[in-house]
């Protein structure tokens, strides 16, 4: 493995697990490529990626292009004279820059390709009620998430999970699979396997209007379309509260299934319980966020808010 020169390219902290394991295996990283420091927060500080935190922390060489096909940025890249690199959770990679390495560029996807390639490939296998999932390690070509296949490895999604504890065990298991793949490209041992041209589940990218709560859905698909967009970036509704309209966003709720001759989108109150009529049930509200308020449990808003008698949301 002593002959392998890795460059790493990644952002978020689903990223930084796989980098971890990597230097944990003893691996040769040379150099990590990851996003420009970009401002945030009311302060609008400006705040570096969770990679290049990590990647300071352990003296690796930091390269941030605005533009990969930058000729200064290419020029210092092939300085690193990398034999391989790693992409997890980073964004598409030009030609010029995928094909720098003698044993290419592999990419982590979390998700079992050729299904739900795509930008949000989590929060859709919620969404879509899937019963499983996975990570893949694929060699990079010049479409997104099509490359020929390398590993896979499968695990069940829990009844109740949410997105962001799928994220969590995805990335665990992504960044075990990534050291392994890097094992077999060492060895010479890689045997891959071309994906299918079919068209198969897709996961866009994630934007405000297909992150709306369609209350004409079945309880399943609204329950589906919560846990899945939690707790980023959360699906979302509009109360209507007598003349008032506010923006709100779910975390947690429960289904129930229950007889009513409500219309569809009531808001029910109690002093313990928030709840809204759907098809053939009811959504318990567990977790809530009000537009310009915190994120708090159901009964917490039910002590300081009134819902009034024809609340609804849509």
């Known amino acids: 493995m ?5 460059v790493f390219m990644g952002t978020p902290d689903f990223a930084v697990e ?4 990597l230097l944990i295996a003893d691996l040769n990283v040379v150099g990590v490529i990851t996003a420009p420091d970009r401002p945030a927060g009311r302060g609008r500080k400006m705040q570096q990626s969770a990679v290049k935190e990590f990647a300071l922390q352990k003296d690796i060489p930091v390269l941030q292009p605005t533009n990969l096909k930058d000729s200064e940025f290419l020029k ?3 300085e690193l004279d990398a034999n391989l690199q790693i992409v997890v959770a980073f964004r598409m990679l030009p030609k010029v820059v995928w094909k ?3 044993h290419g560029t592999f990419n982590l996807h979390a998700s079992l390709l050729p299904e739900y390639r795509g930008a949000a490939p989590i929060n859709w296998a919620i969404i879509n009620g899937e019963k499983k999932t996975g990570v893949t390690t694929f060699f990079i070509d010049e479409k997104i998430d099509t490359g020929a296949i390398i590993l896979q490895k499968k695990i069940k999604i829990h009844k109740n999970e949410t997105a962001g504890e799928l994220h969590d065990r995805l990335m665990v298991l992504g960044a075990q699979l990534v050291v392994k793949t890097v094992k077999k490209i060492g060895k010479g041992s890689i045997k891959t396997i071309k994906q299918p041209n079919k068209e198969e589940k897709e996961a866009p990218k994630l934007f405000k209007d297909n992150c709306r709560i369609d209350w004409d859905q079945s309880r399943k698909k609204i329950f589906n379309k919560i846990r899945g967009l939690s707790p980023y970036p959360a699906a979302w509704t509009i109360l209507y509260n007598g003349d008032t309209q506010i923006e709100l966003k779910i975390y947690k709720a429960t289904k129930l299934k229950e007889h009513h001759n409500f219309e569809v989108g009531r808001v029910i109150t109690s002093k313990k319980e928030l709840k809204v009529a759907v098809k053939k049930g009811f959504m318990i509200i567990d977790e809530i966020k009000l537009s ?12 300081g808010f009134t819902f009034l008698e024809n609340a609804k949301v849509l």
């Open 2 to 6: 002593k002959d392998l020169r890795i």
């Open 100 to 102: 720098m390495p003698a």
């Open 18 to 21: 796989t980098l971890q394991q």
């Open 76 to 78: 210092s890249l092939a």
């Open 292 to 303: 310009g308020k915190r994120r708090m449990q159901a009964q917490d808003l039910l002590n």
